[in-house]
């Protein structure tokens, strides 16, 4: 059922042949001129519908006492033991602020990474630390990256961690590099790239304003305002199960939603995703680890 | 001893607000895995909440509570600096105990 066929590649060529677009305003691939209306900034913010506020309370209740702190704790733990098979912490781990310095880093990931010369998110670079430092196996840490009946991975509660050591700074996610900014126009192509059999792109439900779906609220991901309703809830606790997910897992199900092929975990294709989406919400304040229905 | 519980203790006024988030599976016994294999009941089944050695909360919980259980109340009577026990039994006779003081 799985087909984990490497969308970059598609994105890649995609940009090759569209270069001179990448640089124009939010043009999807296809060019139709009623798209541009949908991807067109709002002079005023939409007005919030009763039942969207309802639901912005109930969340705003259950953010009190939020189960991701659980998960916090756990990953607290996990990275100060010496695990794996070269039985070291994770206290060496560069998060992009130099070794071991968690606080602040979070927000500002995905960023370029000199030692592997590559732009990575934070759960991507925590993984790398864990593949280089103690020595698992990547491949393992992608069988069953995500949570289940069966228990929360490892980088998950790590994630959890590192970004709720974030709480109360503002989002930074770095544009000076070259690849950081190639990782933005490729994220920004991806977002309006539309395929499968639904014809999506990400913008399909993310491109409009005041968009609800049943009781999801669906926010603009490319404006600002928009933006920061994804970077606020990621790493989220959601309700339904009672697990704990990153946005890698966000990421893996919107393609699903979207009957896209499986993307790849940690892979270019989502650090390019959430490079584009994490600079659209920059400058704005991340409150830590949310809670989801 | 299982995950550690996260308890929260403020004064509010003349009672104390503590409010507990245990980590538990909260396994009814009734789902059934992928394969259509029961799933085996793993839950909570005694809570008791302790303020300074006298027990305040005494509770009985059973399988309609949810995964990562969140527990609320209020203790009149109680100060600042009391200290709080919070201790859980599960019908595998797995335990766990966690202390704060009130703020």
Not at chain 1, 31 to 38: D, E, L, R, T
Not at chain 1, 75 to 99: I, M, T
Not at chain 1, 145 to 150: E, K, Q, R, V
Not at chain 1, 222 to 250: C, D, N, V
Request: aromatic share 8%.
């Amino acid at each position: 059922m799985k087909q984990p066929i490497m969308l970059s590649a598609l994105a890649a060529l995609s940009l090759a042949t569209m270069a001179p677009q990448a640089a124009a305003e939010e043009k999807p691939a296809a060019g139709k001129p009623q798209m541009k209306q949908m991807h067109a900034r709002p002079t005023a913010k939409a007005a919030v519908d009763p039942t969207t506020a309802d639901f912005e309370k109930f969340r705003a209740v259950m953010e009190d006492t939020n189960p991701a702190e659980l998960f916090e704790l756990k990953g607290k733990e996990l990275w100060k033991q010496k695990r794996g098979p070269r039985n070291a912490s994770l206290e060496q781990c560069d998060l992009g602020l130099g070794p071991g310095v968690v606080k602040g880093a979070y927000v500002k990931m995905p960023r370029y990474f000199a030692d592997v010369d590559q732009v990575m998110d934070a759960e991507r670079r925590i993984v790398h630390c864990m593949v280089t430092l103690q020595g698992f196996k990547a491949e393992d840490l992608a069988k069953k990256p995500f949570s289940s009946d069966a228990g929360t991975p490892d980088p998950v509660s790590l994630t959890t961690y590192v970004a709720a050591q974030s709480r109360g700074m503002k989002l930074a996610i770095p544009q000076k590099n070259a690849k950081e900014r190639e990782a933005f126009q490729v994220g920004r192509e991806i977002f309006n790239y539309r395929a499968g059999p639904y014809d999506f792109s990400c913008a399909t439900c993310h491109g409009e304003d005041g968009k609800r779906i049943r009781t999801q609220v669906l926010p603009n991901l490319s404006t600002k305002e928009g933006a920061i309703a994804t970077s606020q809830g990621w790493p989220g606790y959601r309700l339904t199960g009672g697990f704990m997910h990153t946005i890698q897992w966000r990421m893996n199900d919107c393609f699903r939603q979207q009957r896209f092929p499986e993307p790849g975990y940690v892979s270019d294709t989502i650090t390019a995703l959430l490079t584009y989406m994490g600079a659209n919400a920059s400058g704005q304040v991340y409150n830590g680890p949310g809670i989801k229905r | 001893m299982a995950d550690p519980m996260k308890i929260r203790a403020q004064m509010k006024g003349d009672a104390a607000e503590i409010r507990v988030l245990m980590s538990h599976p909260m396994e009814t016994g009734q789902r059934k895995d992928g394969a259509g294999k029961i799933i085996p009941a793993h839950f909570i089944q005694s809570l008791i909440v302790a303020v300074n050695g006298k027990t305040v909360v005494d509770g009985q919980i059973g399988t309609s509570v949810s995964r990562n259980p969140v527990f609320g109340f209020k203790v009149k009577g109680a100060k600042a600096g009391d200290k709080v026990v919070v201790s859980w039994v599960d019908n595998t006779g797995d335990k766990r105990s966690d202390e704060t003081a009130i703020s």
